[in-house]
């Protein structure tokens, strides 16, 4: 099981740039996919971006262009850059870690979009 711990959320206008950070504490993060998901006030938690152990990558289609997710294996960190925040980002994100059939979720970081 991976205990994950999320960073660097807070208040931008929009435009800006944010950087998250997910630090795990297992034994296997090098092993797991590990991704972003986040949720809007009033609406499901959805999918941004994953991240293999590998590094391949793949992103939700309203993120794709702005945002950036990376690894470092050695660190047992994921990043996700945001670019061009818009409003309509303002979400709890949640880093997510999954491997074989366990499914770890962090408790969540606040963004907010607004000027």
């Known amino acids: 099981q991976e205990e994950l711990v999320e960073s660097g959320g807070g208040l931008v206008q929009p435009g800006g740039s944010l950087r998250l950070s997910c630090v795990a504490s297992?034994?296997?993060?090098?092993?797991?996919?590990m991704a972003w998901y986040r949720q809007a006030p009033g609406k499901q938690r959805e999918f941004a971006a994953a991240?293999?152990?590998?590094?391949?990558?793949v992103y939700a289609d309203s993120v794709k262009d702005r945002f950036t997710i990376s690894r470092d294996n050695a660190k047992n960190m994921v990043y996700l850059q945001m670019n061009s925040l818009k409003p309509e980002d303002t979400a709890v994100y949640y880093c997510?870690?999954?491997?074989?059939?366990?499914?770890?979720w962090g408790q969540g970081t606040q963004v907010t979009v607004s000027s």
């Open positions: 997510n870690a999954v491997l074989n059939s366990q499914v770890d």
């Open positions: 297992g034994s296997r993060f090098t092993y797991a996919v």
């Open positions: 991240i293999t152990s590998g590094g391949r990558t």
